[in-house]
Nanobody, 126 residues
């Protein structure tokens, strides 16, 4: 069973950047589609970005397109979310997610996610 641990959250000013990392252990990382979701206080968890299990495809929520990128390093069993030009509305707890053999587009459904990390807080000051 794959376990996921996020890191890299913190406080940043609007317009700044952060890079989140999600380290996976305990399974065949290369076989998992990986994604990031976020949840702000009082709001539902929402999809942010995903990368296919093969690494050949990515998918982003409209709200982060052009600002966020997602990548994976299979040698390090780690997926990254590079967040640029952060806005106050990006503030949330960010969760790493994994599903076996999923394309990026298939990673968008919260109900289908098999594995979650514990989350990392991102705070954006205006």
């Amino acid at each position: 069973q794959v376990q996921l641990v996020e890191s890299g959250g913190g406080l940043v000013q609007a317009g700044g950047s952060l890079r989140l990392s999600c380290a996976a252990s305990g399974g065949a990382f290369i076989a998992y589609g990986m994604g990031w979701f976020r949840q702000a206080p009082g709001k539902e968890r929402e999809f942010v970005a995903a990368i296919s299990w093969s690494g050949g495809g990515t998918y982003f929520a409209d709200s982060v397109k052009g600002r966020f990128t997602i990548s994976r390093d299979n040698a390090k069993n780690t997926v990254y979310l590079q967040m640029n030009n952060l806005k106050p509305e990006d503030a949330a707890v960010y969760f790493c997610a994994a599903n076996p053999l999923r394309s990026a587009q298939q990673m968008t459904a919260i109900s289908d996610i098999k594995l979650w990390g514990q989350g990392t807080q991102v705070t954006v000051s205006s």
